[in-house]
């Protein structure tokens, strides 16, 4: 504890990134609570500037911009940490058997580097042009390609570790492979997961913005940060208030992920933690 006291005061970006974070998580679970309707439709007070009745100003159908952000906040980090905890689950596991096992390495491997060969935007308009649009479906299709990332994290921890003498002192012992996995490998792998997770949420939160900005994300009627920018960018000159403020939300949101990233792995790093602490 009072080492990563010691580090946090060395390395504020850590906790920069941390409150930023929770901010956020903060304002979209309290998003009933602290923001209106954000479909609600007034066009007579379409490309209102902000003001009291309206903190951030009305898009050009008039609804409240503020309320769209807050609500948009939802989607991003839904979608974020969806896209992180399904492809750490499941290249967790194949990232294990594929480092442990040679036979299965093989194989497994190059199905992976064919799956990094298909880019999450043209894989979400394929499978949003064949399914209906929705927020697991884009979900689905940015985890996708972030499984073969942590299959390859996971497989070169993994093949490290089993070189070590107490892994090989486990074998020699005859402890079954299962339990040599699970008790003695999987533990390593655990802090460059984290720090990958945090990574793959900034990534997943951008992807799902640049899908909704083409219009092949989740449905329309969802606000999210991606078409907010995209149905206001013809207003741009006249009320940039609409994009300006879900631009500096997502701004802020990839920042703070990528700041908790970065403290993090000089955290877990214990070679680079000692020599900063």
Request: proline share 6%; hydrophobic share 55%.
């Amino acid at each position: 504890m009072k080492r990563l006291a010691t580090f946090c005061r060395r390395n504020p970006t850590i906790i920069i990134g941390a409150v930023l974070l929770v901010l956020v998580a903060a304002v979209a679970l309290a998003a009933p609570s602290i923001a209106g309707d954000p479909v609600a439709l007034k066009p007579i007070d379409r490309l209102q500037g902000p003001s009291a009745a309206h903190w951030l100003g009305t898009d050009f159908l008039g609804r409240d911009v503020y309320a769209r952000v807050v609500y948009g906040a939802r989607v991003s980090l839904i979608v974020g940490l969806s896209v992180a905890a399904m492809s750490i689950v499941i290249g967790l596991g194949i990232g294990l058997a594929a480092g442990y096992w040679r036979g299965v390495d093989a194989v497994v491997m190059r199905f992976m580097d064919g799956l990094m060969a298909i880019p999450a935007i043209l894989l979400a308009i394929a499978m949003v042009s064949l399914n209906r649009a929705s927020v697991w479906i884009v979900i689905v299709a940015i985890t996708i390609p972030e499984v073969p990332r942590v299959v390859r994290l996971v497989r070169s921890v993994v093949l490290t570790v089993r070189t070590l003498p107490y892994i090989e002192a486990a074998v020699s012992d005859g402890s079954p492979a299962w339990k040599i996995v699970l008790r003695h490998i999987l533990p390593s792998t655990i802090a460059p997961l984290i720090v990958q997770g945090t990574y793959i949420t900034a990534s997943a939160i951008l992807i799902e913005a640049a899908l909704s900005f083409l219009g092949a994300g989740v449905p329309p009627e969802i606000p999210t940060w991606g078409n907010m920018i995209a149905q206001s960018r013809l207003f741009i000159a006249r009320a940039p208030w609409t994009i300006f403020a879900p631009g500096t939300a997502l701004a802020m949101v990839i920042l703070s992920v990528n700041l908790l990233g970065d403290g993090l792995r000089d955290l877990l790093d214990v070679r680079l933690a000692r020599r900063m602490v």
